[in-house]
C-alpha cells in the first residue's frame, strides 16, 4: 500500500458529495472577485502578480524586475524594489486620512476590552520600534515572540518589522525547551513576552518558560527580555537582562522612520514541525509576502473595508495569524477583532457573543472548532445573532462535509458562502480556495487553484492524474509569498519540499481531482500529524516520550478522531526494570497518565497523547523503519491490514492480545 492508498479511506465518503452552493447574484454583483481574475492571471502569470504588487502594497523604491527563477528553487520577487511592511499595514492608512478608523477590536478573556485606531497603532508601533531599537535590535536581528493573544502581539510583530528585525513567534502553548530550541536555532538577540495570559478563566504564566529556556544551551544570543504585564502575577526577574514593556515602550518616543528594506529582506522565521524531530524555521521575506497576503485577504474574503468586520480566530503563533491576523488585513485597512481566550470561557457562546457585539461580517476559523461548536449543539450559536455575518473560512485541515453544512446552515444561516482555503507555514498566503461570488462552493472541498497559482495533483512518476484521480498536491510554478528557505539549511529546503518531484513544489498533501477537476485535500502522506489544525511531527513527540526514563521504545500515530481532525495515540515499549507496572490494568492507567503528562511537559499540552498504549514489542520493517499504518489500522480500531513486509510478522498478534488483556 503507498502513501496516497493509505488516505483513501477518506475519499469514499468525499466521491459522494456532489451538493453544490452557487453564488447569490446580489453577492456576485458586488464582490471584489471576478471571474475573469483567472484569464488574466493565465496569460501572464508574473506580469499580474506585478499588477498585484503594484496596486496593493506602497513602495519606497518601485521595482523594475518581476520574478527572478534564475536560483530556483529560492525564488527572488519584485527583488530591486523597496519597502517596509509596517509601514503598509499602519501609516500608509493614517497618511490616506484613515486614522480615526480601528484597525483592533481587543476582548480579554475576562471581557476587558481595548480599541485601537490606525492612528493609535501607528503611535504605539513606533514607539515599541525605538524601545526595541534602544535595546540594540538592529535590521537583520531576530527577535523572538512568545505572547499570548494582546494587541501588544500585534504591536511587537509590527515594531520588528519596522526596523528590519526579523521576528520568530514562538506559541504561547510551546514549553521551555521548544522555545529553547527555536530561540538557539534563530541566534534571537532579544525575548518578547509577557507574565502570563488568561487562559479558561485563569492567569496561565510564561514568563518562567522563558526563564527556564534561557537556561538552556545556545541562548546566550538573547541580550534582553521584554515583558508585557497582562495577569499581574509575580515575576522572577533578572538584573540587566530583563525590562518592563511598559517602562520601555511607554516612555518611547511616537516618531519612528520606518528601516526601508530590500523586497527580499526577511520578514519572519516561523517554525513548523517536519517529518524529523527538528523543527524548520521557514522563512519569508516582505515584497512577495505581503503582495499575497493583501490579494488573497482582498479576494478571498470579499474584503470591503470601509464597512466589514473581520474576524480571523488563530493565534499569532501560527502562520493563519501572521498572514490573517496581522499583515493581510492591516495592509487592506481592515477592522478586526482579537481575542484572548478559549471559545468556552465563561461559556460556550463566547465566539457567538462577540460576533453579535462587533456586528463581525467575515469570519476565519478552524474545522477542529466548527466540530467542536457542532458537538455543543445548534442551540449555543442559535441563541445570539448572527445576520451580521456574510462570508466564512475554513483553514487547517480537511473539513468534512458535514461540518461544511453546519457551519453554513448554523453559523451561515443558509445564505453565506464558506471559502475552504488550503494553503501552509511554506506557502505563505492562501493558495488552493473558492472565490465568494464567482465559485460555486462543494462541501468539503478547497476546489481551484486562486489566479495566479498553479496547482495540480500528480501520481508518483509526476504526471499530472485525469479528473476522478487521486495522488499527491504539487504547486508547478512559484508564487510571490514562497517560502525562501528553511533558516540556515539550503539543502534541508531543497530536499523537502523539492526532490521528490524535481523542479516542482511537494507540499506533503494527498489530493484528488473530481470531475470537474475540483481538488479535494485528503490530509499528510507523511509523518506529520494535523491535530485541531496544528501540525505536530510524530518524531518529536516520539523523542519526548524515549526521554522518560521508563520508556524504552515509542511510536507515534496520528489517529482520526472527530473533533481534532486527528488525535495522537503513542504505542510504548517499557524498559526492563518498569515493565512490571504496566501489567494490570490500573497500573497500565498509571503509566499512561504518567507519560501522557510528559509529553504535555517537554513539548506543550496540544501535543499530550490521547491515548498511551504499553505494547510489549513494535511493528518493524527489516530496515528498522516502524509501520505506523498498521498502528493507526489499531488505534483506530480497524482490522489490521497487509503486514508481510513485517520483520516479525507475528508481532501485530502480540501487540492485538496485549492490549485486550492490559486494557
Ligand atoms: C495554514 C496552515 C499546513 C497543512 C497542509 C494541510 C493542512 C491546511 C487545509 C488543509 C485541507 C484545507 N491544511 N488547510 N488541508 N484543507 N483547507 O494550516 O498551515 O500549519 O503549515 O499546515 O495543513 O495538510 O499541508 P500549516
Known amino acids: 500500500m503507498t502513501d496516497t492508498q493509505s488516505t483513501s479511506h477518506g475519499l469514499e465518503n468525499l466521491l459522494h458529495e456532489t451538493r453544490a452552493f452557487p453564488p447569490a447574484p446580489e453577492f456576485a454583483a458586488l464582490a471584489n472577485a471576478q471571474a475573469s481574475l483567472y484569464e488574466t492571471a493565465a496569460a501572464d502569470r508574473p506580469a499580474f502578480w506585478a499588477d498585484q504588487a503594484r496596486e496593493l502594497v506602497t513602495w519606497r523604491t518601485p521595482f523594475t524586475?518581476?520574478?527572478?527563477?534564475?536560483?530556483?528553487?529560492?525564488?527572488?520577487?519584485?527583488?530591486?524594489?523597496?519597502?517596509?511592511?509596517?509601514?503598509?499595514?499602519?501609516?500608509?492608512?493614517?497618511?490616506?486620512g484613515l486614522g480615526d478608523r480601528v484597525a483592533l477590536h481587543f476582548e480579554g478573556e475576562g471581557g476587558d476590552t481595548r480599541t485601537v485606531t490606525y492612528a493609535d497603532l501607528q503611535r504605539e508601533v513606533s514607539r515599541a520600534a525605538n524601545?526595541?531599537?534602544?535595546l540594540g535590535v538592529g535590521k537583520g536581528d531576530r527577535v523572538v515572540i512568545y505572547l499570548p493573544m494582546l494587541v501588544e502581539s500585534v504591536v511587537a510583530m509590527l515594531a520588528c518589522a519596522r526596523l528590519g528585525a526579523p521576528h520568530s513567534v514562538v506559541f504561547g502553548g510551546f514549553s521551555a525547551d521548544a522555545l529553547r530550541s527555536r530561540i538557539a536555532d534563530a541566534e534571537a538577540s532579544l525575548v518578547i513576552t509577557a507574565d502570563g495570559g488568561f487562559r479558561r478563566g485563569a492567569p496561565s504564566a510564561l514568563k518562567p518558560a522563558v526563564d527556564e529556556a534561557l537556561q538552556g544551551q545556545g541562548t546566550d544570543t538573547v541580550k534582553h527580555v521584554l515583558v508585557v504585564r497582562r495577569t499581574g502575577q509575580d515575576v522572577g526577574w533578572t538584573e540587566g537582562r530583563d525590562v518592563w514593556w511598559h517602562d520601555a515602550v511607554?516612555?518611547?518616543?511616537?516618531?519612528?522612520?520606518?528601516?526601508?528594506?530590500?523586497?527580499?529582506?526577511?520578514?519572519?522565521?516561523?517554525?513548523?514541525s517536519g517529518t524529523t524531530g527538528k523543527p524548520k524555521g521557514i522563512l519569508h521575506t516582505t515584497g512577495g509576502y505581503l503582495t499575497q497576503t493583501s490579494f488573497t485577504h482582498k479576494n478571498v474574503f470579499d474584503l470591503k473595508a470601509e464597512t466589514d468586520v473581520y474576524w480571523c480566530t488563530a493565534d499569532i503563533g501560527w502562520v493563519t495569524g501572521h498572514s490573517y491576523v496581522v499583515y493581510g488585513p492591516l495592509l487592506n485597512g481592515a477592522t478586526q477583532v482579537i481575542y484572548e481566550g478559549t471559545p468556552d470561557t465563561p461559556h460556550r457562546g463566547r465566539w457567538w457573543e462577540l460576533v453579535e457585539k462587533y456586528k463581525v461580517s467575515i469570519l476565519y476559523t478552524a474545522p477542529t472548532a466548527i466540530r467542536t461548536c457542532m458537538k455543543w449543539g445548534d442551540d449555543i450559536p442559535g441563541g445570539f445573532d448572527l445576520s451580521s455575518l456574510r462570508v466564512l473560512g475554513s483553514v487547517g485541515e480537511p473539513i468534512n462535509p458535514e461540518a461544511w453544512m453546519w457551519y453554513r446552515r448554523v453559523i451561515g444561516g443558509d445564505r453565506t458562502p464558506i471559502v475552504d482555503t488550503w494553503w501552509q507555514t511554506e506557502t505563505g498566503a492562501i493558495m488552493i480556495s473558492p472565490l465568494p461570488g464567482v465559485t460555486a462552493t462543494k462541501p468539503g472541498s478547497a476546489q481551484v487553484a486562486l489566479p495566479g497559482i498553479a496547482a495540480d495533483v500528480v501520481d508518483d512518476e509526476a504526471h499530472p492524474v485525469p479528473d476522478g484521480g487521486g495522488g499527491y498536491l504539487v504547486l508547478s510554478e512559484p508564487w510571490p509569498s514562497m517560502l525562501r528557505g528553511i533558516w540556515g539549511d539550503l539543502e534541508r529546503f531543497k530536499d523537502t519540499y523539492w526532490s521528490r518531484f524535481p523542479g516542482i513544489y511537494f507540499a506533503g498533501d494527498g489530493a484528488k481531482k473530481d470531475d470537474d477537476g475540483d481538488?479535494?485535500?485528503?490530509?499528510?502522506?507523511?509523518?506529520?500529524?494535523?491535530?485541531?489544525g496544528h501540525r505536530l511531527s510524530t518524531t518529536e513527540i516520539e523523542s519526548a516520550l524515549v526521554s522518560h526514563e521508563m520508556v524504552a521504545e515509542a511510536a507515534v500515530v496520528g489517529a482520526?478522531?472527530?473533533?481534532?481532525?486527528?488525535?495522537?495515540?503513542?504505542?510504548?515499549?517499557?524498559?526492563?526494570?518498569?515493565?512490571?507496572?504496566?501489567?494490570?490494568?490500573?497500573?497500565?492507567?498509571?503509566v499512561s497518565e504518567l507519560l501522557r503528562?510528559?509529553?504535555?511537559?517537554?513539548?506543550?499540552?496540544?501535543a499530550k497523547p490521547r491515548r498511551?498504549?504499553?505494547?510489549?514489542?513494535?511493528?518493524?520493517?527489516?530496515?528498522?523503519?516502524?509501520?505506523?499504518r498498521l498502528l493507526r489500522d489499531v488505534a483506530e480500531n480497524r482490522t489490521v491490514g497487509d503486514a508481510t513486509t513485517l520483520a516479525d510478522s507475528s508481532v501485530m498478534d502480540l501487540i492485538s492480545a496485549g492490549l485486550q488483556t492490559g486494557g
Open 612 to 628: 498511551v498504549l504499553v505494547v510489549p514489542e513494535l511493528p518493524k520493517t527489516r530496515s528498522g523503519k516502524i509501520m505506523r
Open 519 to 532: 481538488i479535494w485535500l485528503l490530509g499528510r502522506v507523511d509523518d506529520v500529524m494535523n491535530v485541531s
Open 131 to 134: 524601545a526595541i531599537s534602544a
Open 597 to 606: 503528562a510528559h509529553v504535555a511537559k517537554e513539548i506543550g499540552p496540544i
Open 250 to 272: 511607554d516612555a518611547a518616543d511616537t516618531f519612528h522612520e520606518p528601516e526601508w528594506v530590500d523586497a527580499e529582506h526577511p520578514l519572519f522565521i516561523l517554525y513548523t
Open 560 to 590: 482520526a478522531d472527530e473533533t481534532t481532525g486527528q488525535a495522537v495515540v503513542a504505542f510504548v515499549i517499557l524498559r526492563g526494570g518498569h515493565a512490571a507496572k504496566a501489567e494490570t490494568p490500573e497500573g497500565s492507567a498509571e
Open 65 to 96: 524586475e518581476t520574478l527572478d527563477w534564475s536560483d530556483a528553487p529560492v525564488a527572488r520577487w519584485f527583488a530591486d524594489g523597496t519597502l517596509n511592511a509596517a509601514y503598509n499595514a499602519v501609516d500608509r492608512h493614517v497618511e490616506a
